[in-house]
Nanobody
């Protein structure tokens, strides 16, 4: 299984970015997908999760109302639309393929993309 994340970059506070993660190697539509992020010196933290069909979505409290996870199973892709970005959103963002367990725990994911850096700064 390969996951390829893209879309990161430098954005000013209040700006928007859209991250994308493309999957290959197994039946994408059978698995939930998640986005996590890791800031320098900090642990990887949960950002958002979407179940296999897209019917159920969960967002961390810190991003709810600003970020939205979505998926397109026909394109084997999961996106993270990020609006109202803040400096504290600066991190490397990772997409992961959910396996089993708590969706908010990174230990519940068995495959990860390489990460894409988001920097929010003026």
């Amino acid at each position: 299984v390969q996951l390829q994340a893209s879309g990161g970059g430098l954005v000013q506070p209040g700006g928007s970015l859209r991250l994308s993660c493309t999957a290959s190697g197994r039946s994408f539509s059978a698995y939930g997908m998640g986005w996590f992020r890791q800031a320098p010196g900090k642990e990887r933290e949960f950002v958002a999760y979407i179940n296999y069909s897209g019917a159920n979505k969960y967002h961390a409290d810190s991003v709810r109302g600003r970020f939205t996870i979505s998926r397109g199973n026909a394109k084997n892709m999961v996106d993270l639309q990020m609006n109202g970005l803040k400096p504290e959103d600066t991190a490397v963002y990772y997409c992961g393929s959910y396996s089993t367990g708590d969706y908010w725990s990174s230990r519940s994911y068995d495959y990860w993309g390489q990460g894409t850096l988001v920097t929010v700064s003026s």
